[in-house]
């Protein structure tokens, strides 16, 4: 089931109301009333749907276009990011859905203090299905913010730890999440709360592999390809210069513009010009400013940097963007891949121009040259785009990339629509082919499916996929 809402795209699987309906059945809950039943499971949606809805609303203030989903295990909001948010933002969108649903508890739960106010003990005559769902309203949006609040990933309020101690502490972070969870699981379980005793169980489990695998981040994302650097920078100011990426990394704003300043004044005080070192150091403060939202301050700080060198095609697309000029953004966007840029950095900024501004074709083709380096998800949200805007042989490209990666049915089948929408039928048959020997089965939603019209005839979609 998916719908769009407030400009945010929703979809809700199937296990979201399985769940809904495990969780509010059964006596030990006090839902067997089926009468109760029925206002627990809209309530939950409704509940969790404005948790969703406070990340969603974090997240666009920066210019980013968020999507829900609701799944057996709650809720997730994810985004495509093309510029960077700061540690601080992003502390801020994790508390926002926490924060969302407890507005919504304060009030419900002020409406219905008026009431009984108003009229003690009777809530103005409200019949005792519409008393129960508003306290229900209260309840489930307290516990599952507080709930979410426990700082366990992939919790809100792991994401709340994990901004808050920054990417060189990752381990330090899953080290904490995972004895918490351990703590959290074993508690739940000896309290007969198996499916919260589970999540913990799950989490704990997660956070020991991250535990294993991460490493901290020693720079800043936000680089330019390596350039050819002054053969005798001075070991001092490349020392700071690092310093200062990094402490653009912990989000130390004040110690990056401190560091670059020394790097300003000790170049200034060296017998050899040194213009690298100062475009570098402008340029770790125009990043400092862009980060914290300020672009008028970096492209001010970009200035003066181009007075020593060109500044990095990121940092100037960042900078424009910013400042609401998209177009010459994707000038220098464009220039950049030109010369073999395809940092995430250049090649995100530019496909978001692409599909604002509706050339999805070329959007797509961008996305497609480097394929290898998106994500699954990201390569079948850029399919999604293309089939949606009519670039049905790029939608087709797109999801037979990722139909190469992850060998997953569907992305075989959803190369086959777009195909077939294409006019590309022996190519769409065989991707039809291959998503059956994957394991795809739903032969009714292939002979049901608009898209594969044109390969009902002459029983071509049979011989592939029997009649259901």
């Given at each position: 089931?998916?719908?769009?809402?407030?400009?945010?795209n929703?979809?809700?699987?199937?296990?979201?109301?399985?769940?809904?309906?495990?969780?509010?059945?059964?006596?030990?809950?006090?839902?067997?009333?089926?009468?109760?039943?029925?206002?627990?499971?809209?309530?939950?949606?409704?509940?969790?749907?404005v948790?969703?809805?406070?990340?969603?609303?974090?997240?666009?203030?920066?210019?980013?276009?968020?999507?829900?989903?609701l799944?057996?295990?709650?809720g997730?909001?994810?985004?495509?990011?093309?510029?960077?948010?700061?540690?601080?933002?992003?502390?801020?969108?994790s508390?926002?859905?926490?924060?969302?649903?407890?507005?919504?508890?304060?009030?419900?739960?002020?409406?219905?203090?008026?009431?009984?106010?108003?009229?003690?003990?009777?809530?103005?005559?409200?019949?005792?299905?519409?008393?129960?769902?508003?306290?229900?309203?209260?309840?489930?949006?307290?516990?599952?913010?507080?709930?979410?609040?426990?700082?366990?990933?992939?919790?809100?309020?792991?994401?709340?730890?994990?901004?808050?101690?920054?990417?060189?502490?990752?381990?330090?972070?899953?080290?904490?999440s995972?004895?918490?969870?351990?703590?959290?699981?074993?508690?739940?379980?000896?309290?007969?709360?198996?499916?919260?005793?589970?999540?913990?169980?799950?989490?704990?489990?997660?956070?020991?592999?991250?535990?294993?695998?991460?490493?901290?981040?020693?720079?800043?994302?936000?680089?330019?390809?390596?350039?050819?650097?002054?053969?005798?920078?001075?070991?001092?100011?490349?020392?700071?210069?690092?310093?200062?990426?990094?402490?653009?990394?912990?989000?130390?704003?004040?110690q990056?513009?401190?560091?670059?300043?020394?790097?300003?004044?000790?170049?200034?005080?060296?017998?050899?010009?040194?213009?690298r070192?100062?475009?570098?150091?402008?340029?770790?403060?125009?990043?400092?400013?862009?980060?914290?939202g300020?672009?008028?301050?970096?492209?001010?700080?970009?200035?003066?940097?181009?007075?020593?060198?060109?500044?990095?095609?990121?940092?100037?697309?960042?900078?424009?963007?910013?400042?609401?000029?998209?177009?010459?953004?994707?000038?220098?966007?464009?220039?950049?891949?030109?010369?073999?840029?395809?940092?995430?950095?250049?090649?995100?900024?530019?496909?978001?121009?692409?599909?604002?501004?509706?050339?999805?074709?070329?959007?797509?083709?961008?996305?497609?040259?480097?394929?290898?380096?998106?994500?699954?998800?990201?390569?079948?949200?850029?399919?999604?785009?293309?089939?949606?805007?009519?670039?049905y042989?790029?939608?087709?490209?797109?999801?037979?990339?990722?139909f190469?990666r992850?060998?997953?049915?569907?992305?075989?089948?959803e190369?086959?629509?777009?195909?077939?929408?294409?006019?590309?039928?022996?190519?769409?048959?065989?991707?039809?082919?291959?998503?059956?020997?994957?394991?795809?089965?739903?032969?009714?939603?292939?002979?049901?499916?608009?898209?594969?019209?044109?390969?009902?005839?002459?029983?071509?979609?049979?011989?592939?996929?029997?009649?259901?």
């Amino acid at each position: 089931m998916s719908f769009r809402l407030f400009g945010v795209n929703v979809d809700i699987q199937m296990g979201f109301w399985i769940n809904a309906l495990l969780l509010g059945w059964g006596p030990s809950n006090g839902f067997s009333d089926l009468r109760m039943l029925a206002l627990w499971i809209p309530i939950v949606l409704i509940s969790i749907l404005v948790h969703e809805y406070g990340h969603a609303l974090a997240i666009a203030r920066h210019g980013i276009e968020p999507e829900i989903a609701l799944h057996w295990m709650g809720g997730s909001t994810t985004w495509r990011q093309t510029l960077p948010i700061s540690r601080g933002h992003r502390v801020l969108i994790s508390l926002a859905g926490p924060v969302a649903g407890f507005v919504l508890a304060g009030l419900v739960y002020g409406f219905t203090y008026g009431l009984a106010r108003l009229a003690p003990g009777t809530y103005l005559g409200l019949p005792t299905l519409a008393r129960f769902a508003l306290e229900l309203i209260v309840i489930v949006n307290l516990y599952w913010g507080v709930f979410n609040l426990i700082p366990v990933l992939p919790l809100d309020g792991g994401h709340v730890l994990e901004h808050a101690l920054g990417p060189k502490r990752i381990r330090l972070t899953a080290s904490i999440s995972l004895g918490i969870a351990v703590l959290c699981a074993a508690a739940f379980f000896y309290g007969k709360y198996y499916f919260a005793a589970f999540i913990f169980a799950l989490s704990a489990f997660q956070s020991y592999q991250r535990l294993r695998t991460e490493e901290p981040v020693d720079d800043i994302t936000p680089r330019r390809a390596p350039p050819p650097r002054e053969p005798q920078m001075p070991a001092e100011l490349a020392t700071k210069l690092r310093s200062a990426r990094r402490a653009l990394v912990d989000d130390d704003y004040a110690q990056a513009a401190g560091l670059a300043n020394d790097v300003l004044r000790l170049a200034d005080e060296i017998d050899e010009p040194a213009p690298r070192a100062k475009l570098e150091a402008y340029e770790v403060l125009a990043w400092a400013a862009q980060i914290r939202g300020d672009s008028a301050e970096a492209a001010r700080w970009v200035k003066v940097a181009q007075q020593h060198g060109t500044p990095d095609a990121a940092l100037l697309a960042a900078v424009l963007i910013g400042n609401g000029n998209p177009r010459e953004a994707r000038k220098i966007l464009e220039n950049a891949r030109s010369t073999g840029d395809d940092r995430k950095e250049i090649v995100g900024p530019l496909i978001q121009i692409l599909i604002a501004e509706g050339d999805v074709a070329r959007a797509s083709a961008v996305a497609f040259d480097i394929v290898e380096s998106l994500s699954d998800d990201d390569t079948r949200k850029m399919g999604e785009i293309a089939f949606d805007a009519r670039s049905y042989d790029w939608a087709g490209r797109l999801f037979e990339a990722v139909f190469a990666r992850s060998g997953a049915a569907d992305d075989a089948y959803e190369a086959a629509r777009a195909y077939t929408a294409d006019g590309a039928h022996d190519r769409a048959l065989d991707l039809l082919a291959r998503a059956v020997s994957a394991g795809f089965s739903d032969r009714a939603r292939a002979w049901s499916d608009a898209a594969l019209e044109p390969l009902r005839a002459g029983h071509k979609l049979e011989a592939v996929v029997p009649r259901p």
